[in-house]
């Protein structure tokens, strides 16, 4: 079945640190992928999207590019402020009506 | 409303007990989705309403849990006795027309002692 491995959290880093959150997937098909956000006592909120290869998906100074051939859609930010502590979840969809499969989710903590 | 309305934010039963979670989505929005996240993990799809119907509720664990929207709008995610395997977050979504324009509400924290 279709699935999402991404690295395990918490990833903690200093300010102005370059971010990188790897994930990969399994899917029968073409899916398309998403990174998505939880801050502190928010819901869930869609950072970024990639619906076909090779395309890259952009928002924050966050990027994500959609690797075929290695089946991966890794998370990066060149300079991470505090307010970027979150949890990101990568996830995936394959069916039209936007079911959605997720990852475990990384904590990613930014000190001062 | 504004964003998606899930309530209560927190419940707290006791094994065995019965319990409803309400959603309410961004008013005209057609698609709702239910899922459960545990402590640690990602969320799990549920339940899949377009309009009134279940779609796919292929991620309903068992028969104790049920799902209901019966005019196309709020929808209430029912439990029948509770056990403590259940405790996590439940999120509800709703996206005007499936794809993946998701919006989703802050959850209820279900917590079975």
Not at chain 2, 34 to 40: E, F, I, K, N, V
């Amino acid at each position: 079945g279709d699935s999402v491995t991404q690295m395990e959290g918490p990833v903690t880093l200093s300010e102005e640190a370059f971010l990188t959150i790897n994930c990969t997937y399994t899917a029968t098909g073409y899916p398309s992928l998403f990174w998505y956000v939880q801050y502190p006592g928010e819901g869930l909120q869609l950072l970024l999207k990639a619906t076909k290869a090779d395309d890259k998906g952009s928002n924050k100074g966050f990027e994500a590019t959609y690797r075929k051939e290695t089946t991966s859609f890794h998370l990066e930010k060149g300079s991470v402020q505090v307010s970027d502590s979150a949890v990101y979840f990568c996830a995936l969809r394959t069916d039209s009506w936007g079911k959605l499969q997720f990852g475990a989710g990384t904590q990613v903590v930014v000190t001062p | 409303g504004a964003g998606v309305s899930q309530t209560p934010s927190n419940k707290v039963t006791e094994k065995g007990k019965y319990v409803e979670l309400r959603c309410d989505p961004i008013s005209g929005h057609t698609a709702l989705y239910w899922y459960r996240q545990s402590l640690g993990q990602g969320p799990e799809f549920l339940i899949y309403f377009q309009g009134t119907g279940a779609a796919d509720d292929s991620g309903l664990p068992n028969d104790r849990f049920f799902a209901v929207r019966p005019e196309g709008s709020v929808s209430t995610l029912k439990i029948q006795r509770t056990e403590r395997g259940d405790s996590a977050v439940y999120l509800c979504a709703s996206s005007l027309n499936g794809g993946d324009g998701y919006t989703f509400g802050s959850g209820t924290r279900l917590t079975v002692v």
